[in-house]
């Protein structure tokens, strides 16, 4: 995120930090990416993946189908039946503008068994067979799939769930990129039109055993799941707007000996208040400690906070933000639902 100081102000370029724009979306799910790779591989000692689907006929819409999963919570119920600790969903929409969730567990506490049979004639044992019988098969780590797939059904959602028979033991990496891809790569004809409608819509969830996925303080827990999104859940309108809007306005935060103070956000983009008067600005080095590397960073000279409110009432600062939205607006690619 640009940032811009001056001796009195912090400008800073005020995102969306929402999922579904191609710029803060591509960011944060790389950043997720990195944060499972360097903090919560270790967590997942037998990685393996699912993907839960709904059935489009027992819904009346994508939109009835999300909202129905979600707050009846039956991905965190199912991992509670499935005695499931740690796992991580990601939501993914198909073509058809229905969602499924892709989730990666792990079945390291999940008890050993020995099965025989396929389907109806499946029979399962969670004790070594006395007799002896070779005709059963040890599992290491059992997960009942038979029940799964009852409880999705009786719960009117679907008929299937995927999962993955890979070597999670040796495919961590592998498990951890596939989930996020559907994160940093937006869709080719873009979201769903009932998705970009609404208010919030949770992308990224985890078990509480896995913990915060993006190591913040102000994510709070709830008795089963992380919240994803702390920006998201203070801003009430809905997504296209916020998407089309990322970037059009620039936030005044006032720093004075080492503490911040948000002041305003006006109604124009940062890259136009830089081009207002090129003198007033000079460029500095400075060390990103996050990154170990130095950045030039842009310093404006002292002016009055009076000056850019007053700047972003101005009718030509107005007629720049509604170009630019109404621009972002036509280029949205929402699809239609179905």
């Keep these: 995120m640009k940032t811009y100081f001056n001796d009195e102000y912090i400008m800073k370029s005020k995102k969306c930090g929402n999922w579904c724009c191609s710029e803060c979306g591509k960011k944060k799910g790389k950043w997720l990416r990195k944060i499972l790779h360097t903090k919560k591989m270790d967590l997942f000692i037998i990685p393996k993946l699912f993907t839960f689907t709904v ?23 199912m991992m509670r039946y499935m005695h499931i600790k740690k796992w991580i969903c990601v939501l993914e929409c198909q073509k058809n503008g229905f969602p499924h969730w892709h989730l990666i567990i792990d079945i390291a506490d999940l008890k050993e068994a020995w099965i025989k049979g396929k389907g109806e004639n499946l029979v399962v044992r969670f004790s070594k067979p006395e007799d002896n019988d070779r005709s059963f098969h040890h599992v290491e780590h059992y997960v009942d799939m038979k029940k799964m797939h009852r409880l999705w059904r009786k719960w009117g959602i679907g008929e299937q ?25 937006n ?11 609404e208010e919030r819509v949770r992308f990224v969830s985890a078990s509480k055993a896995v913990g915060s996925l993006f190591g913040s303080k102000s994510i709070k827990s709830e008795d089963r799941e992380k919240e994803e999104d702390e920006e998201e ?20 935060i006032e720093y004075n000996e080492g503490k911040y103070k948000y002041l305003t956000t006006i109604d124009i983009p940062l890259e136009n208040l830089l081009q207002l008067k090129p003198d007033d600005f000079y460029k500095r080095k400075v060390w990103d400690e996050q990154k170990q590397s130095n950045y030039m960073q842009v310093m404006m000279k002292r002016r009055k906070l009076d000056f850019w409110i007053k700047l972003s009432e101005h009718d030509e600062s107005r007629m720049i933000f509604d170009h630019k939205f109404n621009e972002r607006m036509e280029k949205m690619g929402i699809v239609e639902p179905f």
């Excluded at 009835?64 to 919570?73: I, K, S």
């Excluded at 203070?234 to 296209?240: E, G, H, L, Y």
């Excluded at 707007?241 to 970037?247: F, H, I, P, T």
């Design 187 to 197: 869709p080719e004809n873009g979201y769903p039109a009932w998705l970009m409608d």
């Design 233 to 252: 859940k203070r801003d009430k309108s809905q997504i296209f707007v916020r998407v089309a809007s990322c970037g059009l306005k620039t936030d005044l």
């Design 55 to 77: 059935n489009p006929s027992a819904f009346a819409s994508a939109k009835e189908a999300y909202r129905f999963v979600r707050e009846g919570n039956f991905i965190p119920r």
């Design 161 to 185: 769930v995927d999962f993955s028979r890979k070597n999670g033991r040796k495919n961590k990496a592998h498990c951890f990129n596939y989930i996020t891809k559907y994160l940093i790569k």
